[in-house]
T-cell receptor, first 112, second 118 residues
Framework: KAGVTQTPRYLIKTRGQQVTLSCSPI?????VSWYQQTPGQGLQFLFE???????NKGNFPGRFSGRQFSNSRSEMNVSTLELGDSALYLC???????????FGQGTRLTVV | AQKITQTQPGMFVQEKEAVTLDCTYD???????LFWYKQPSSGEMIFLIYQGSYDEQNATEGRYSLNFQKARKSANLVISASQLGDSAMYFCAMRALILTGGGNKLTFGTGTQLKVEL
C-alpha cells in the first residue's frame, strides 16, 4: 500500500507570491491534516479535512487555506508569502474520524 | 487545552543499550490517545507506537514500548537494544478521543534528539 505522498518535496518562492502544496493520502483514508514545522515554533497544527469538510483549524492567519477533493487528496495554499512561512509542511492521513495518523515526507518551503 | 512536555532536548545512548525518552502531558480530556513519532533528518514523521488512555496494558511494538503512568500523566518511550538507525528526533504527541467531532488534531512536544553511538 502506498504511503502518504506530498508534492513537491522542495520549493523556493519569493515574498509576496502564493504557493500550493499537495497531499495524496493513503488509499482509503478520509482524513487529511496539515502541520507546519519550524525550528522556533515546533510542530503546529494548521487544519484537518474529513470527507471534503474542514473539521478543525489551527491558529494561523487567513493566508493559509486548504481544501480536500472527493478522492481525499488535499491541497494547502499560502497566499502573500512571508519569510516566516519558510518551514517543513507535513501532511498526515488517517483512516477514520479518529485514527492513527501517518505522515508524508513533507514539503520544505523556503521563502526568499 | 492539551500540552506535551519533553524535557530532554538531546540524549546519547550506546548501541545495543536501552534508552527511555520522557514525555509528560496535561489535558482536561477524559479520553485521549498518546503517540510517539520518529523523525529522521529526511523529515518524514514515522509512527512508532500508540497508547489509549483507557488501555490497561502498556503498548508494545517490536523494540518500542510505552511506559504509561496515567496518574503521573507520563508516557515514556522505551527503545530496547538501540541501533545506529535509531538516531533521529523523537516526538511525543496526543489527541483527544471524542466520540463525535473529535478529529485527528495532534498536539506535539518539542522533541528529543537521540544519538546512538558505537
Amino acid at each position: 500500500k502506498a504511503g502518504v505522498t506530498q508534492t513537491p518535496r522542495y520549493l523556493i518562492k519569493t515574498r509576496g507570491q502564493q504557493v500550493t502544496l499537495s497531499c495524496s493520502p493513503i488509499s482509503g483514508h478520509r482524513s487529511v491534516s496539515w502541520y507546519q514545522q519550524t525550528p522556533g515554533q515546533g510542530l503546529q497544527f494548521l487544519f484537518e479535512y474529513f470527507s471534503e469538510t474542514q473539521r478543525n483549524k489551527g491558529n494561523f492567519p487567513g493566508r493559509f487555506s486548504g481544501r480536500q477533493f472527493s478522492n481525499s487528496r488535499s491541497e494547502m495554499n499560502v497566499s502573500t508569502l512571508e519569510l516566516g512561512d519558510s518551514a517543513l509542511y507535513l501532511c498526515a492521513s488517517s483512516p477514520a474520524a479518529q485514527g492513527r495518523a501517518f505522515f508524508g515526507q513533507g514539503t520544505r518551503l523556503t521563502v526568499v | 487545552a492539551q500540552k506535551i512536555t519533553q524535557t530532554q532536548p538531546g540524549m546519547f545512548v550506546q548501541e545495543k543499550e536501552a534508552v527511555t525518552l520522557d514525555c509528560t502531558y496535561d489535558t482536561s480530556d477524559q479520553s485521549y490517545g498518546l503517540f510517539w513519532y520518529k523523525q529522521p533528518s529526511s523529515g518524514e514523521m514515522i509512527f512508532l507506537i500508540y497508547q489509549g488512555s483507557y488501555d490497561e496494558q502498556n503498548a508494545t511494538e517490536g523494540r518500542y514500548s510505552l511506559n504509561f503512568q496515567k496518574a503521573r500523566k507520563s508516557a515514556n518511550l522505551v527503545i530496547s537494544a538501540s541501533q545506529l538507525g535509531d538516531s533521529a528526533m523523537y516526538f511525543c504527541a496526543m489527541r483527544a478521543l471524542i466520540l463525535t467531532g473529535g478529529g485527528n488534531k495532534l498536539t506535539f512536544g518539542t522533541g528529543t534528539q537521540l544519538k546512538v553511538e558505537l
